[in-house]
């Protein structure tokens, strides 16, 4: 992973992340290189007509999502 602070940095903020979710991205990853067939998503979506607020408001909830997501064995996915 590269950012422009460079992939040590991302490495050390990866490594503050509660470990259920530094497990949940590992297994995120590796759910990912199954067939799609074989996978288990959950997708978060935002239709036209509904009202979802600002993209702050849509991603406050994204902790809520991981945990549900790792928790029943899914993929999160945000459409």
């Known amino acids: 992973t590269v ?18 979710l530094q497990d949940y ?3 995120h ?6 067939p799609v067939s074989e996978i288990k ?5 935002c239709f036209v007509k509904e009202q979802c607020g600002g993209t702050s408001d849509r ?12 928790m029943t064995q899914r993929v999160l996915i945000i459409h």
């Open 29 to 34: 990853a590796e759910e990912r290189k199954k």
């Open 41 to 45: 998503f959950m997708a978060i979506t």
């Open 3 to 20: 950012s422009m602070f460079g992939a040590h940095k991302v490495k050390e903020s990866l490594a503050r992340l509660p470990d259920w």
């Open 59 to 70: 991603l406050r909830a994204l902790l809520y999502w991981l945990l549900m997501a790792r």
């Open 25 to 27: 991205i590992k297994w």
